[in-house]
């Protein structure tokens, strides 16, 4: 069976601070994918990043970065120097090279305040 | 340049008024989805098309039908909307099956059941 757990329900943080989301994942898979996606208050799911279960150097794009850890089984998304706009649910979600689905988390909510 | 598009982004109707949900796509994607998310919840997975071939869910209600026509374009009916289907429906396209592509997603309608 395939799990994505985000223990984080809620999270507020001042701008400007460096904020970092937890996902954890469990899989029986060796070949997996792991994805990030934001969704705003406007509703879309804005794709993030994707990451194969094989690829475990971390990522940085502008102020996000990921931090890939199959030996504790968790992919967690930080964003430095937060700003407002950040504001939104960030869903993290795992698929199984063996599976079509991809399964979310039940998201975190980010609020940042100015 | 949107590329996965949902119309209407709002949509009202009545107890057990059929109602159609349209999602077009601009990136020529073998892959189609439908998803329902209700407030506070991760997106859940009703169906989906790989070109043609249609996979329903197995706990997804009789209630959801859907159609693709060609390519582009997949609706989801909802033949008799209960008030518990009021939720966002979110399409997402993928070049290929999730387990090697990614899932990008459209701006969701909501659809409001009175």
Redesign the interface.
Known sequence: AQKVTQAQTEISVVEKEDVTLDCVYETRDTTY?L?W?KQPP??????LI?RNSFDEQNEISGRYSWNFQKSTSSFNFTITASQVVDSAVY?CAL????????I????T?LHILP | DAMVIQNPRYQVTQFGKPVTLSCSQTLNHNVMYWYQQKS????K?LF?Y?DKDF?NEADTPDNFQSRRPNTSFCFLDIRSPGLGDAA?Y?C?TSRD????D???????T?LTVL
């Open positions: 994918y994805f996606y406007s509703g879309e799911l804005v794709f994707r869903f698929s199984e090279a063996s599976d079509d689905k991809i979310f988390g039940k998201g909510r | 506070s919840q991760a997106p997975l989906h790989y996979n966002m979110l997402a099956l999730t387990s090697t990614t899932q990008y997603f459209g701006p969701g909501r």
